[in-house]
């Protein structure tokens, strides 16, 4: 986790999802990989990956015990969520 956002940092966005996908793949009931996936997709402007990481990850909270009540990843969800409705307004912004 620590890898893939050390390379949004550096704008290394493909590096990023790399990293992020291997480490859905060790911690495969962990919702941080596939929501870290879908800001950098968003980063992107790749709005239907975003979207598709968004729900993984509220999949991956909601059946969880203990991350259900976890006000951080609820936080970043209606954010991304949000931004995501934006750019969907305005569809020919590009961030770099």
Do not use: W
Request: hydrophobic share 40%; net charge negative; proline share 3%.
């Amino acid at each position: 986790l620590v890898l893939g956002k050390s390379q949004v940092l550096l704008g290394r966005h493909a590096e990023a999802l790399e990293s992020f996908g291997m480490g859905a793949l060790v911690c495969n009931d962990d919702p941080e990989f596939p929501l870290s996936c879908a800001e950098v997709h968003l980063h992107t402007n790749n709005l239907e990956a975003a979207e598709s990481g968004v729900e993984y990850a509220s999949l991956l909270i909601e059946s969880s015990d203990s991350l259900k009540e976890s006000e951080s990843l609820k936080i970043r969800l209606k954010s991304v969520r949000a931004a995501i409705a934006r750019r969907k307004q305005t569809p020919n912004r590009v961030t770099s």
